[in-house]
T-cell receptor
Framework: RKEVEQDPGPFNVPEGATVAFNCTYS??????FFWYRQDCRKEPKLLMS???SGNEDGRFTAQLNRASQYISLLIRDSKLSDSATYLC????????????FGKGNQVVVIP | NAGVMQNPRHLVRRRGQEARLRCSPM?????VYWYRQLPEEGLKFMVY????????ESGMPKERFSAEFPKEGPSILRIQQVVRGDSAAYFC???????????FGPGTRLTVL
């Protein structure tokens, strides 16, 4: 079983709409959770950390469900500039800083 | 405040040659990580280093690959006797002591002919 699993999509989203997707992780001892954004052929950029209580940053809301081992990301009022691949990232072991990446959810915002 | 720097951005090598990829972490960051992204694949962890120490190299191929982070200068990822399957984007990330967030450099795209 993969450490982090994501449905790659693509998710075609009309401009202004809301899109949500999630990922699952296999290691229940995972400590830290993140969403990164990766534009085509560029480096991943940290979008937001994900906390147990859930957190919001502008139009972006992240949720963590430890019992079911999944993380979600919701984007409201989608902009054309939101088109990118969103990577679900998990820090696997306490004391070991290795990050495990999902393959990403590809989002295409359509005018 | 300069981010993570990597060079070269693009590197072309013929089979059997050596590739050296360099990474300078963000100012104030003492932890460096190398990841590889194959075409159409997710990022895979390779190695985690602190100054003069390899902390975790569980993702490094057993042969031909090595990494270092000397006391002075950038971290180096070295690939000896490259093969076509080594063609990929190699990303370096850095973090502060005790901080979980990692910040990525622009990557080096290695092409093996």
């Amino acid at each position: 079983r993969k450490e982090v699993e994501q449905d790659p999509g693509p998710f075609n989203v009309p401009e202004g709409a809301t899109v949500a997707f999630n990922c699952t992780y296999s290691n229940s001892a995972s400590q830290s959770f993140f969403w990164y954004r990766q534009d085509c052929r560029k480096e991943p950029k940290l979008l937001m950390s994900v906390y147990s209580s859930g957190n919001e940053d502008g139009r972006f809301t992240a949720q963590l469900n430890r019992a079911s081992q999944y993380i979600s990301l919701l984007i409201r009022d989608s902009k054309l500039s939101d088109s990118a691949t969103y990577l679900c990232v998990v820090k696997i072991l306490y004391g070991n800083n290795r990050l495990a990446f999902g393959k990403g959810n590809q989002v295409v915002v359509i005018p | 405040n300069a981010g993570v720097m990597q060079n070269p951005r693009h590197l072309v090598r013929r089979r059997g040659q050596e590739a050296r990829l360099r990474c300078s972490p963000m100012k104030g960051h003492s932890h460096v990580y190398w990841y590889r992204q194959l075409p159409e694949e997710g990022l895979k962890f390779m190695v985690y280093l602190q100054k003069e120490n390899i902390i975790d190299e569980s993702g490094m191929p057993k042969e031909r690959f090595s990494a270092e982070f000397p006391k002075e200068g950038p971290s180096i990822l070295r690939i000896q006797q490259v093969v076509r399957g080594d063609s990929a984007a190699y990303f370096c990330a850095s973090s502060r002591q005790g901080a979980p967030e990692q910040f990525f450099g622009p990557g080096t795209r290695l092409t093996v002919l």
